[in-house]
């Protein structure tokens, strides 16, 4: 079981990028999927999230810019950040907890699960 990000990039100040993440592997079940970052010397925060039941919600820095949405078919989430700020420049990693199928041991396992970052960069 993977989370897959991918849409991370340069881009000037005013900009706009939409980063994909997809879940995939055994799967029977995913849950909260959200996203986070990591900007150089500082802890990693969460930027959004998006309930299996599609409520959103955003931390103080981003609302009105960026825009979290999932498809669940797909299990896939998307996070389209508008009007980019160069402190929104980062590494953003998603994240969710996943129900895994059982293995050979005949056992479902909850997983927590990390994608692998994709690199967000803003330039003023």
């Known amino acids: 079981v993977q989370l897959q990000a991918s849409g991370g990039g340069l881009m000037q100040a005013g900009g706009y990028l939409r980063l994909s993440c997809t879940a995939s592997g055994s799967i029977s079940s995913v849950d909260d999927m959200r996203w986070f970052r990591q900007a150089p010397g500082k802890e990693r925060e969460l930027v959004a999230t998006i309930t299996r039941g599609g409520l959103p919600n955003y931390a103080d820095s981003v609302k009105g810019r960026f825009t979290i949405s999932g498809d669940s078919a797909k299990n896939t989430v998307f996070l389209l950040m508008n009007n980019l700020k160069p402190e929104d420049t980062a590494v953003y990693y998603c994240?969710?907890?996943?129900?895994?199928?059982?293995?050979?041991?005949?056992?479902?396992?909850?997983?927590?699960?990390w994608g692998q970052g994709t690199l967000v960069t803003v330039s003023s």
């Open positions: 994240n969710s907890y996943i129900v895994a199928l059982p293995g050979t041991d005949g056992a479902f396992k909850y997983l927590e699960v």
